[in-house]
C-alpha cells in the first residue's frame, strides 16, 4: 500500500531525493537529517550571525587601532606668537584673543583663563622649554632674558647686549628716552627723559642736565 506524503508549499518531497516539484533544492544535513530550506536551517542562520559578530570585532579593533595611531601621531605645533600691548612680543592664550606678554609667561601667575601660559611643559626647563620667540640670549650664553625684555631701554642682560649688542637690533632711542651713555647699571645707551634737568647726573658726559630739553 502507498504512502502519501503531506505537501509543503505545494512541493512534494520524497525519501532518498533532495529535489522539490518546483527545482528547489533542500540543504540535508549529510547524516540524513530531516532537510530544510537553506534560508530556514538553524544552523545557518546561526552560522551567520557569527560571521557578522566576528567581522564587527574585526572592525572595531580597527576603528581603535587607528584612533590609536593618530594620537601617537606628533601634532603639528600651535602658533602662539603675537603682539602684547606696546608692540611687545606676546604669547597667545587659548582663547585665541588674549596676548601675554614674553615676560609674563612661567612667571607663576596664570595670565591665561585656563592657565596654559605655566603648564610644565612650557615652563618646565627654562629656557629650553620655551618656544625660542619668547627668548633672547645674551653676550653670555648662559644668560637670557625674555624677548619683550630686549630693547626696552633696561639692563636686563647685564652687559647691555639686550639694548646695544648687533643681535640685539635696537632702534635709536624712542621719543620718551635721551640717547647717551649711562652711568648708572640699570641703563645703557637711553635713558628715560623724565630724568633729564633733575639735578643728579645719569649720562656720562652730563648731558642730561645741559642739553636734554626740559
Given at each position: 500500500?502507498?504512502?502519501?506524503?503531506?505537501?509543503?508549499?505545494?512541493?512534494?518531497?520524497?525519501?532518498?531525493?533532495?529535489?522539490?516539484?518546483?527545482?528547489?533544492?533542500?540543504?540535508?544535513?549529510?547524516c540524513?537529517?530531516?532537510?530544510?530550506?537553506?534560508?530556514?536551517?538553524?544552523?545557518?542562520?546561526?552560522?551567520?550571525?557569527?560571521?557578522?559578530?566576528?567581522?564587527?570585532?574585526?572592525?572595531?579593533?580597527?576603528?581603535?587601532?587607528?584612533?590609536?595611531?593618530?594620537a601617537?601621531?606628533?601634532?603639528?605645533?600651535?602658533?602662539?606668537?603675537?603682539?602684547?600691548p606696546?608692540?611687545?612680543?606676546?604669547?597667545?592664550?587659548?582663547?585665541?584673543?588674549?596676548?601675554?606678554?614674553?615676560?609674563?609667561?612661567?612667571?607663576?601667575?596664570?595670565?591665561?583663563?585656563?592657565?596654559?601660559?605655566?603648564?610644565?611643559?612650557?615652563?618646565?626647563?627654562?629656557?629650553?622649554?620655551?618656544p625660542?620667540?619668547?627668548?633672547?640670549?645674551?653676550?653670555?650664553?648662559?644668560?637670557?632674558?625674555?624677548?619683550?625684555?630686549r630693547?626696552?631701554?633696561?639692563?636686563?642682560?647685564?652687559?647691555?647686549?639686550?639694548?646695544?649688542?648687533?643681535?640685539?637690533?635696537?632702534?635709536?632711542?624712542?621719543?620718551?628716552?635721551?640717547?647717551?651713555?649711562?652711568?648708572?647699571?640699570?641703563?645703557?645707551?637711553?635713558?628715560?627723559?623724565?630724568?633729564?634737568?633733575?639735578?643728579i647726573?645719569?649720562?656720562?658726559?652730563?648731558?642730561?642736565?645741559?642739553?636734554?630739553?626740559?
Amino acid at each position: 500500500m502507498n504512502k502519501t506524503h503531506p505537501q509543503r508549499n505545494g512541493d512534494v518531497a520524497t525519501f532518498g531525493s533532495t529535489e522539490t516539484f518546483s527545482g528547489k533544492r533542500g540543504c540535508c544535513h549529510p547524516c540524513g537529517a530531516r532537510c530544510h530550506p537553506c534560508g530556514a536551517r538553524p544552523g545557518c542562520t546561526q552560522r551567520h550571525l557569527c560571521i557578522s559578530a566576528l567581522a564587527l570585532l574585526v572592525l572595531a579593533a580597527a576603528v581603535a587601532s587607528a584612533v590609536a595611531t593618530l594620537a601617537l601621531l606628533p601634532r603639528a605645533p600651535v602658533n602662539r606668537l603675537c603682539t602684547a600691548p606696546n608692540n611687545r612680543t606676546g604669547f597667545l592664550c587659548d582663547d585665541r584673543v588674549t596676548c601675554v606678554p614674553a615676560s609674563w609667561v612661567c612667571d607663576r601667575v596664570s595670565n591665561c583663563r585656563n592657565g596654559e601660559d605655566e603648564q610644565e611643559q612650557l615652563c618646565g626647563d627654562l629656557p629650553h622649554s620655551l618656544p625660542g620667540y619668547l627668548v633672547f640670549y645674551c653676550s653670555n650664553p648662559r644668560s637670557w632674558v625674555y624677548a619683550d625684555q630686549r630693547c626696552n631701554g633696561m639692563n636686563d642682560c647685564g652687559d647691555c647686549s639686550d639694548e646695544s649688542w648687533s643681535s640685539a637690533a635696537c632702534p635709536p632711542c624712542g621719543q620718551e628716552w635721551w640717547s647717551c651713555i649711562s652711568v648708572h647699571f640699570e641703563f645703557c645707551s637711553c635713558i628715560p627723559r623724565r630724568l633729564c634737568r633733575d639735578g643728579i647726573q645719569h649720562c656720562l658726559g652730563w648731558s642730561d642736565e645741559f642739553l636734554c630739553p626740559a
